[in-house]
């Protein structure tokens, strides 16, 4: 079956880049995605890549994909504490109707 | 702009006990869905749907009943409250390439 595959935890101290990174299974998959979660609130879509693309710039934001390693990874630029959050990443796959798979999420500490 | 709308934020419910968990897209969304959050664990499918009238199982759908009447409505009941259904519950909302979360529901069973 497909799976998702997030390291846990990672710390940054401000300004610096973070970068997050994601192995997936499922290589039918037509997007990948990452979201942020903040403590006790919903999950917010950053952005979103097509499986027939390699990069997507966003802002701060910088999304590579590797699909022949079926790596995806979330660059975020000068990364400030409002960044602190856990980072999912989620890959769209064909079961159940099109349903999300999520990884278990990466929590980003920046350091002040 | 609502996006997904969820209520309640919270909510407490003695073992054995029923509840409606409601959600409501205005985007006009055909796909959605519901998710349970556990520690450790990522998000798992619950239930899910692709139009009104038809709904469809996930990957964990025991304990769980969806109906879908409306385009925009989607709720999700608990028949029997156990324990184990403590978690954070979201609904969800696809169109044609993103996918919205509403805020969640911190459910506890005690």
Redesign the interface.
Known sequence: GED?EQSLFLSVREGDSSVINCTYTDSSST?L?W?KQEPG?????LT?I?SNMDMKQDQRLTVLLNKKDKHLSLRIADTQTGDSAIY?CAE?TEE?????V????TILRVKS | NAGVT?TPKFQVLKTGQSMTLQCAQDMNHE?M?W?RQDP????R?IH?S?GAGIT?Q??VPNGYNVSRSTTEDFPLRLLSAAPSQTSVY?C?S?GA????????TRLTVV
């Not at chain 1, 159940?96 to 999300?100: A, D, M, P, Q, T």
């Not at chain 1, 999520?102 to 999420?105: E, L, N, R, S």
């Not at chain 2, 450790?40 to 998000?43: D, P, R, S, V, Y």
């Not at chain 2, 390439?97 to 969640?104: I, L």
């Open positions: 998702v997007y995605y979201y609130a919903g999950l917010q879509l979103y097509f999912f769209g159940y109707g099109n349903k999300l999520f990884g278990a999420g | 969820q796909y869905s998710y450790g664990m990522g998000l499918l899910y692709v469809d996930g990957e979201f969800a696809r390439f993103e996918a919205f979360f509403g805020q969640g």
